[in-house]
């Protein structure tokens, strides 16, 4: 079953079960290639990373404690910015994933990392890992699509609640990181009910994330600020502003990833008896990119590549760019549609999209003046991966 | 006062440790092991070099006789092995391994050919029994065989002066392929030990009668032997025998072969459970249907929610068919859903 019956046309309709199969087998052999040649150089290209991380933070830092001078302000908030996106981007995201787990260096290591965020390590983990690459994109199975609050797919049901998401939208943007940790500990669903609230189990959770929450505002808020003497109000106030910042990128470049419009969605039952290729497939569509140079790659932490991301999510990161034009090609060649577009129009098209939802599915339809032209991608009849496994088996 | 000051410098740095910026300035320090710069490393036979390494914080020196764990990044992956240290414990701090290339080995042959002055490398606190008395011996026997020698040497360097009467039986295939050769002739041609060389490329491994007629009173010498295990085996038979068991001290190179093969008797060390696996079942699904409280996501090789150590043996990936193999004290992180034993193994859980 697909999201969207109704619609006309079906990105995978010209694909056999055999199609399907073959690009599965591809794909495993792109992995492995990857794999073989893993290395010292890539090993030394994450470490350089990690320290230019920790030299801007530690450098960040050291400026803003004299941050009453407004030139140190600036700096000391620009350098902090960039340090925490790296390290929750190109750095945590990614070793969280086990990227690079295979360097068996403790330190860098998904059983071991814990990262500057409100969310902790293990959560993410499971919520992100676990039920988002897994299940990406299937309805009532990934709750990544619209992170539970809002609706970003003509398949799921309006509801006058929703009106209100592009204002959600906004407030989640600039408190990502609570955004994700309340998400993480799916906390609509377990403060519905009161069994739900005293289940042990969540508690120890509420508990672990309330822990975390509080040694990282700690820091930010109150030690540094008290480290800086004169200098605490405005130390304060950058704090909150690398905070600010680095939560509005992630927000954008994570919009990116699964909201523009050409990005599909799975019905629940689509997955039921899913292959190997098929998976990878629904990875395929679901996934969009975002163009840019190497600087973008490096602070999107390689999410750019949204789709070799989600094909092989634990491929070292810098890896992606030199798969990206294979995987390119495997779109070309089984007449697929690889989405990608510059990171303000794929934020752009993801709001668009955000508002549009927040109105029932036929409201603009309405009005065409004001349909977006990329509309007719997204309305395309969506994959129907089981039926396709069926008919094969 | 102080862990008060670590206290506040921890919330001033978390989730990080205050090491881990540390380490950005100062790469010797941070980290739970101690970590060593390699500032040397000296050919010492065609197939064997000696790294002199200056160990940073943390490192709590050693006696000569032991061995230490390192680590080293081989092509990016970080590898463990165990060295017997060669030099005594010296003035300067430094520290030498003498490592002999074995074919095929990923470490050694780094060490020995790829190894370079600077790079760091991660280290264990020294260990091992294989060590000289405080009281030392009237008289002393070693036997050794190939990279058997280096514990030896390491002892010899730092106790010569105080043995008065000590035998070297050392065996290696041809008279170059000695290690440290040059130094042990020079000691033996200044009175310092005796020494018995034995080519066995020409004269065939040493029996243990051999031994007897070359060191007539060697079972009531105090012994230490380092060599391959048949050696060892039969130098543990012959002192038995003679009741003198106590007098001898061995020390064996841990094999490094592990039975690989498919399938095979799978431990989980912590819930006391094992259970025989074939060579296509998952760790993961054979821990769960054994009762095992595995830890567990996507089931297919990507979320790495079911990494557990993998403690000792060889387990292969279902996915390419790369085998994985630890040896006690390694414990490698392996994803259980897409693993299976390729052998015995045990698992830390």
Known sequence: ?393 | MRSRARRFVELATTPLVPSDFWEVLDPLRGGANPRGRIVAVRPETRDAATLVIRPGRGWAGHTAGQYVRLGVDVDGVRQWRSYSLTSPPRPDGTITVTVKAVPDGVVSSFLVRRAAVGTLVHLDQAQGDFTLPLVRPAKALFVTAGSGITPVVGMLRDGAGGLDDVVLVHSAPRREDVIFGAELRGLAERGGLRLVERHTATEGRITPEQLAELVPDMTSRQTWACGPNDLLDALRETYDAAGRGDRLRTERFRPAVVAVGEGGTVTFADSAVTADADGATSLLDTGEANGVLMPSGCRMGICFGCVIPLREGSVRDLRNGAVTTAVAGDDIPVQTCVSAAAGPCRLGI
Not at chain 1, 136 to 147: C, E, H, R, S
Not at chain 1, 170 to 191: P, S, T
């Open chain 1, 1 to 393: 079953m697909t999201t969207i019956q109704k619609q006309d046309h079906n990105p995978i309709a010209h694909l056999t079960a055999e199609d399907i199969a073959n690009l599965g087998r591809e794909l495993d052999a792109l992995r492995e290639k990857v794999i073989a040649s893993r290395g010292a150089s890539d090993a030394a290209y994450i470490r350089r990373v990690i320290k230019t991380q920790r030299v801007l933070e530690m450098g960040g830092r050291a400026v803003l404690l004299a941050s009453r001078y407004k030139p140190a302000w600036f700096v000391g908030t620009a350098a902090l910015s960039v340090a925490k996106i790296l390290e929750n981007m190109e750095i945590g995201h990614n070793v969280m994933h086990g990227q690079w787990d295979w360097m068996r260096d403790p330190k860098i290591h998904s059983t071991t990392w814990e990262w500057d965020h409100a969310s902790p390590a293990e959560q993410w983990k499971h919520s992100h890992n676990e039920l988002h690459h897994t299940y990406t994109n299937v309805l009532g199975k990934d709750n990544d699509l619209g992170y539970g609050i809002m609706r970003v797919d003509e398949g799921q049901r309006w509801h006058p609640a929703h009106l209100g998401q592009p204002l959600w939208n906004l407030i989640n943007a600039i408190f990502f990181q609570y955004g994700i940790a309340a998400y993480d500990l799916e906390l609509g669903k377990n403060l519905a009910t009161r069994k739900r609230r005293q289940n042990p189990a969540f508690k120890a959770r509420l508990s672990a994330t309330l822990r975390k929450v509080r040694r990282q505002a700690t820091k930010d808020y109150v030690v540094h600020p008290l480290l800086s003497g004169p200098s605490a109000p405005t130390t304060l106030a950058a704090n909150l502003t690398a905070n600010l910042i680095r939560n509005l990128w992630t927000h954008s470049v994570i919009m990116c990833g699964h909201f523009p419009e050409g990005v599909e969605t799975f019905e629940r039952t689509s997955i039921e008896g899913e292959t190997r290729g098929e998976w990878y497939l629904r990875q395929m569509l679901g996934s969009a990119n975002i163009s840019g140079g190497p600087l973008m790659h490096l602070m999107t932490g390689n999410l750019s590549f949204q789709v070799e991301h989600h094909l092989f999510p634990d491929l070292p990161s810098n890896r992606y760019q030199e798969i990206a034009p294979h995987v390119r090609d495997l779109f070309e060649r089984y007449g697929l549609t690889y989405t990608t577009g510059s990171l303000p129009k794929q934020v752009v098209s993801a709001w668009r999209k955000v508002i549009r939802l927040a109105l029932p599915n036929d409201f603009l339809a309405k009005a065409p003046a004001s349909a977006p032209p990329a509309r007719p991608a997204a309305r395309r009849e969506v994959a129907e991966p089981a039926r396709v496994a069926v008919a094969g088996s």
